[in-house]
């Protein structure tokens, strides 16, 4: 599943999410707090309500939270017209009962922005908009019109029209701010608990590869000794049916297929190793494994190796995770689908630190974006207007995302920056100017520890 199609199933599909039950249970305790709110003010204050009409709109709720528990299924889940009117019913009943019950002089009017700040979540910007446009225009409504407080002494309870035209504006700036932060935030969890599927998603499959070629690989060498052995033995049938050129042709027969046998264990098992000493390889050996994918696509990759302190000091002997494998991988493909003609792949390594530096000649990332790159869904680093240039791969916005997340779990730090801005970096001298990725690790993070590598896995079918 693309980025964009998993962005869409989040924005599209997160209205049918509610269940009924849950709408149903809040509201029988917005009607619970409404019942104990009326009984106390005519009770305690002793307010002169229209009791009667307090009393149906609470029962039209009280009626229609029956009726949906006796209609549908508890299982039952609103679609998203369904929730909108759910809500919209909600926002009508209580603005109705603030109508009878002194409108914005009433200071539980607060509670018209729980059905929009609701929306604000569940709903798409459509639904919101409708829903937060009809809050508005309920509260303006009440701020003129609705029935008076009155005391059992016939007194009018009521606040100067300053108050009512302050409460209408902190209402409506309430509105709006509630839901456009509330929509922002579910928007990015939203997006954010998208990409982290998608990056489980990436490494469970980096990992059925590296598994499904280390069985491959594993075969191979076990099988290495028997085609070996039916090689030597058709040869010697070769040699002792020479004079029967029939059962000869046979023979040859046998040793060519063993040998190409040989060769499609070989090529099959070239991604992955089950044998544990191949399990790990020098640091250099995994960054040009991660970028080989990538070789044949019409832009030159140079891969180059050194200590940084320019000592003997070996480099540092890695296992060959799927984390790393995957996330460098997926770093030096945005570095080639965006590059002009080349990529430079460079790994450095001292007593304790190791990096490896990725950098094109591309245009570089946009000066507005490096400080949100690795954000999931952002698609700011665009083709240069050629769709078929490289159209086997789109552009890197959750990609990128999944990438800094697998590397930050190996233990990685990220820095991303643009050529140009660096003091290395020398365009007169055909040195990279675009993208910039530096990944680093502490050298004791990802080293193989010294010692027995401990005893093979056995294949299992």
Known sequence: MTDTNLNLLFQQKRGNWIRLRTLILLRWIAIAGQVIAIFTAIQLYNLQLELALCLLAIGVSIGGNLLAMFSFPETKRLSEFENMMMILFDLLQLSFLLFLTGGLHNPFSILLLAPVAVAANVLKLRSLLILGGTAIALVTILANYHLPLHTDQGFILRIPDIFIFGNWTAIVIALVFLSVYSRRVNNEMNAMGGAVVATQMALAREQKLTDLGGVVAAAAHELGTPLATIKLASSELMEELSDRPELCEDAELIREQADRCRDILQSMGRTGKDDLYLHSA???????????????????????????????????????????????????????????????????????QVKVRIMDNGPGYPVHVIGRIGDPFMRDRKLENDSTKRPAYEGMGLGLFIAKTLLERTGAELKFANGSTLEIFDDSKGEPTGAYVEISWQRSDIEQANGALGENKQIKA
């Open 282 to 352: 020098p640091f250099s050996e995994v960054i040009r494994e991660a970028a080989e994918p990538h070789q044949d696509r019409g832009i030159d990759i140079e891969m180059a190796s050194r200590s940084n302190d320019m000592s003997s000091l070996a480099q540092p002997l890695v296992l060959r995770r799927p984390e790393i494998i995957h996330g460098l991988r997926n770093m030096v493909q945005n570095a080639v689908d965006f590059a002009h003609s080349q990529v430079w792949v460079e790994t450095i390594w001292s007593a304790t």
